[in-house]
Nanobody, 123 residues
């Protein structure tokens, strides 16, 4: 059983930056691809980014490509989401998730989810 705890959310002005962290425990972190998702009020949860087990390969949603960067430190059992040039439409609860899928992609299934951290971008 893997536990995931997100942190780093908060209130930021449009154009600003935030770095989210997700700490994993209870499993072998390097066995999982890791992803970030978000859910805005009244909307469905959407994929944001994912990183491969070793941290070499990444995939992004078009809406965040060029502004967000996903990375991981397997020695620290942590995955990050660096968010820059934030927009009001980035406001959402952000979740990290762990996947044992054999392949990396936007639609891979996830086994474990965190509780989420709120990101609010003011205009």
């Amino acid at each position: 059983q893997v536990q995931l705890v997100e942190s780093g959310g908060g209130l930021v002005q449009a154009g600003g930056s935030l770095r989210l962290s997700c700490a994993a425990s209870g499993g072998t972190f390097s066995r999982y691809h890791m992803g970030w998702f978000r859910q805005a009020p009244g909307k469905e949860r959407e994929f944001v980014a994912a990183v491969s087990r070793g941290g070499v390969r990444t995939v992004y949603a078009d809406s965040v490509k060029g502004r967000f960067t996903i990375s991981r430190e397997n020695a620290r059992n942590t995955v990050y989401l660096q968010m820059s040039t934030l927009k009001p439409e980035d406001t959402a609860v952000y979740y990290c998730a762990a996947s044992s899928s054999p392949w990396l992609g936007m639609t891979m299934e996830y086994d474990y989810w965190g509780q989420g951290t709120q990101v609010t971008v003011s205009s």
